[in-house]
Structure formats: structure tokens, C-alpha cells
């Protein structure tokens, strides 16, 4: 099962509000990622976590906040977003064994629309 | 920086025929390749991969091929069915110590029946 859940799937905020983005999997890898992807446009990173540390913040602004509570789990919080920052966003999954075939596995993505 | 670039943006193909996507990369050092599909409002969905020490990989359908020489990369879909109409990104990893991919610009595939 290669299988990595977002939820939700659309989120309508304004910007002075505060949510949160969730991704769960749970093929025991060890290495979760952040993306950003505008429409018709590949997916730009944002934040890797590896083994439930923070180790790649692509400067992405502090408006965006990561946390991986465990080693299943990535969560987005949002905050004082701007109009923007509207994109597709994704989490994607990996073993995150250094010097492996480090293939990352996505999830469906959360539409985020901000007004 | 260094990235992954892919030849030609858009793709028309008669279903029954075979498709060949292509991607130019630059990084001589990259060790690692993959071949993402992503259709409308969904994410990208992983197709096959293939190692620097390779040259040829086969899967379903799929087959992509390395050139090092010239840095290129391809993807061959035979007998294109319509379920194949989506965007297509090429991905190198640059370093083997490294979590980072980067990606083409993505080339969309139309198969017309």
C-alpha cells in the first residue's frame, strides 16, 4: 500500500484565519515532505521532515508553520494567509533511508483557497 | 541552480499509439530519476523510476530510458489509452544524500480517440 491521506480535500479561508492541512500515512517511512503547486506548474517544496525532525525549511514564510507530532502524521498550520499563497498543496511520503531510492509517494492534495 | 527541463510542453497522441515524453536534465551528478502522472485534481501519482547505473527500465505499458551521455530522459507509453491523459513530470535527485527532487516543467499528454 503505497497510500498517503490529506485532509481536507478543500479549504476556503480568509486572512486572518487560522486552520490546519493534515496528512497521514502509514508505510513506516521515515521521511514526510511539503509542497506547494500552482496550477500548471510542478509541485514546489516547502518543508522535509526527516525522522520526525525539521530538516528542509525552503524559506517558506513563517505564515506557514509545519509539525510531525509522529512519525505517521504532518500537519500545516496556516495562518494570516494572503490571496496568494491559493494553491494546491501536497504531502508526500518516502522511506527516507539516505542513499536509497528515495521515491516519494503523494498524497491528493488539499485545494486551499484564500479570500 | 541546476534543474530538470522537458522538451515540449504539450503532447496530442491518437489512442492505440505510442507516446514518448521527453526530459532534458543538467546535473551530471544526479543518481536517481522518476516519472510522476498527475491528472486533473489529483496528485501526482508515481509511474517508474530508474538509478544512474541503468540505462532501460520496463514496467506496465512504461518504459523509461536514460541517455548520461547527453542527459536525457524519456518516457515511452505504448498503445496510449485514454486513462493516459494527464500531466507528466520528470524528477531527478541530485544528490544520493539528498531528500530533494526537482522537477520539470511537467509536459500534458491529450490522447485522442
Known amino acids: 500500500d503505497t497510500e498517503v491521506t490529506q485532509t481536507p480535500k478543500h479549504l476556503v479561508m480568509g486572512m486572518t484565519n487560522k486552520k490546519s492541512l493534515k496528512c497521514e500515512q502509514h508505510?513506516?517511512?521515515?521521511?514526510m515532505y511539503w509542497y506547494k503547486q500552482k496550477a500548471k506548474k510542478p509541485p514546489e517544496l516547502m518543508f522535509v521532515?526527516?525522522?520526525?525532525?525539521?530538516?528542509i525549511n525552503e524559506s517558506v514564510p513563517s505564515r506557514f508553520s509545519p509539525e510531525c507530532p509522529n512519525s505517521s502524521l504532518l500537519n500545516l498550520h496556516l495562518h494570516a494567509l494572503q490571496p496568494e499563497d491559493s494553491a494546491l498543496y501536497l504531502c508526500?511520503?518516502?522511506?527516507?533511508?539516505?542513499?536509497?531510492?528515495?521515491?516519494?509517494?503523494f498524497g491528493p492534495g488539499t485545494r486551499l483557497l484564500v479570500l | 541552480g541546476e534543474s530538470v527541463g522537458l522538451h515540449l510542453p504539450t503532447l496530442s497522441v491518437q489512442e492505440g499509439d505510442n507516446s514518448i515524453i521527453n526530459c532534458a536534465y543538467s546535473?551530471?551528478?544526479?543518481?536517481?530519476f522518476i516519472w510522476y502522472k498527475q491528472e486533473s485534481g489529483k496528485g501526482p501519482q508515481f509511474i517508474i523510476d530508474?538509478?544512474?547505473?541503468?540505462d532501460k527500465r520496463q514496467g506496465q505499458r512504461v518504459t523509461v530510458l536514460l541517455n548520461k551521455t547527453v542527459k536525457h530522459l524519456s518516457l515511452q507509453i505504448a498503445a496510449t489509452q485514454p486513462g493516459d491523459s494527464a500531466v507528466y513530470f520528470c524528477?531527478?535527485?541530485?544528490?544520493?544524500?539528498?531528500?530533494?527532487?526537482?522537477f520539470g516543467a511537467g509536459t500534458t499528454v491529450t490522447v485522442r480517440a
Open positions: 530508474i538509478r544512474s547505473n541503468m
Open positions: 546535473n551530471s551528478a544526479s543518481d536517481y
Open positions: 524528477a531527478e535527485r541530485g544528490d544520493s544524500n539528498d531528500y530533494k527532487l526537482s
Open positions: 521532515y526527516s525522522y520526525e525532525k525539521l530538516s
Open positions: 508526500a511520503s518516502s522511506q527516507g533511508f539516505a542513499g536509497g531510492q528515495e521515491t516519494q509517494y
Open positions: 508505510m513506516g517511512h521515515r521521511a
